[in-house]
């Protein structure tokens, strides 16, 4: 069973950093575009960063230069560094993966149960 789970989230002040991850397992062979999302009290989720198809990085205006997407393929694990964090980047954080290739075959659409972020002021 492909499994993916979130870990790093916790509180921080106004200005400090946290360093998310996201681990997958069950099986894998690949992942593809793989990402994470956030969503607050009262709000949609909405994009954070991901990277694409081809490869490349895309992140919300709001944490651009703010927070880095990286990945560790061997690992399967995918981490979101956060830095200058402000109060509105408070929210559950989830990873998610369109689709990923495992020895049972493909599964799309993996989410991970989320990890909690608050940023105090």
């Known amino acids: 069973q492909v499994q993916m789970v979130e870990s790093g989230g916790g509180l921080v002040q106004a200005g400090g950093s946290l360093r998310l991850s996201c681990a997958a397992s069950?099986?894998?062979?690949?992942?593809?575009?793989l990402g994470w999302y956030r969503q607050a009290p009262g709000k949609q989720r909405e994009l954070v960063a991901r990277?694409?198809?081809?490869?490349?990085?895309t992140y919300a205006d709001s944490v651009k230069g703010r927070f880095t997407l990286s990945r560790d393929n061997a690992k399967n694990t995918a981490y979101l560094q956060m830095n200058s964090l402000k109060p509105e980047d408070t929210a559950v954080y989830y990873c998610?993966?369109?689709?990923?290739?495992?020895?049972?075959?493909?599964?799309?659409?993996?989410w991970g149960q989320g990890t909690q972020v608050t940023v105090s002021s």
């Open positions: 990277f694409s198809h081809g490869g490349d990085t």
């Open positions: 069950g099986g894998i062979l690949s992942i593809n575009v």
């Open positions: 998610n993966a369109e689709r990923i290739v495992t020895h049972n075959g493909p599964r799309f659409n993996v």
